[in-house]
């Protein structure tokens, strides 16, 4: 809140020695609102590294900034991960079991080398 109260307060009409009617009271309080909240947009710019809004449609590269990295890029950013290597004794029973019948001769035939392939 310390931010946004360094925004000049709006005068009320009394103080400024004329009279206005409901209709300018409201402009008044329409442009203290729109003033405040550009600058809040504009600290939030600041704090969070949001992009200003693309007024009169310039080129200003966002559409490229969305963009996921590809190439080298991509690999600098993103570092190479170890997967790690799970140990599950059903598929190291099932590869030994294979082995063993590799040895001895009794594998399954390959794909359409059956009983009743011609």
């Known amino acids: 809140l310390g931010v946004l109260s ?3 307060p709006v005068r009320p009409a009394s103080e400024c020695g004329e009279r206005t009617s409901g209709a300018a009271s409201m402009s ?3 442009e203290f ?5 550009l600058l809040v947009a504009e600290h939030s710019r600041k704090i969070f590294g949001h992009m200003p809004p693309n007024v009169g449609n310039l080129r ?3 559409k490229r900034l969305k963009w ?3 190439g080298p890029g991509k690999l ?3 570092p190479e991960k170890e997967i790690p290597q799970r140990f ?8 030994d079991k294979l082995n063993i019948l ?3 001769g009794r594998t399954p035939p390959a794909k359409g080398q059956g009983k009743r392939s011609k």
């Not at 609102?33 to 909240?37: D, E, I, M, N």
């Open 6 to 8: 360094r925004v000049a």
């Open 28 to 30: 008044l309080l329409k």
């Open 33 to 37: 609102v729109s003033r405040r909240a």
């Open 60 to 62: 200003n590269g966002r």
């Open 68 to 70: 996921k990295p590809s």
């Open 76 to 78: 600098a950013y993103y």
């Open 88 to 95: 599950d004794p059903v598929v190291q029973y099932r590869k």
């Open 102 to 104: 590799k040895e001895t």
